[in-house]
């Protein structure tokens, strides 16, 4: 059974920084980052695959960093200068090319205030 575990969400204020990290049972061709505001749909935040190559969303370029390690089959996504909008539920998830997201993390609640 797959698993994914996220750790380091929390409240911060505007402008502060945060960094996620998900944890997972076994190394995947792609594992990202998506997340639910309040009243919305899930959106993808940002991926990134075996080899390193990231991908984001518009909004959070030059903002947010996603990184991996293979051997620990971990990512983090490290979130600068953090905005109110950025508040969410932020789920971890994995998956093969072409079928990814496959598997889902519980979540972790991102909150910042303004």
């Known amino acids: 059974q797959v698993q994914l575990v996220e750790s380091g969400g929390g409240l911060v204020q505007d402008g502060e920084f945060l960094r996620l990290t998900c944890a997972a049972s076994?190394?995947?061709?792609?594992m990202g980052w998506w997340r639910r505001a309040p009243g919305k749909q899930r959106e993808l935040i940002a991926s990134i695959t075996k080899g390193g190559i990231p991908n984001y969303k518009d909004s959070v370029k030059g903002r947010f960093a996603i990184s991996r390690d293979n051997d620990k089959n971990t990512i983090t996504l490290q979130m600068n200068y953090l905005k109110p909008e950025d508040t969410a539920v932020y789920y971890c998830?994995?998956?093969?090319?072409?079928?990814?997201?496959?598997?889902w993390g519980q979540g972790t609640q991102v909150t910042v205030s303004s």
């Open positions: 998830n994995a998956g093969t090319y072409g079928k990814y997201p496959q598997y």
């Open positions: 076994e190394n995947h061709d792609v």
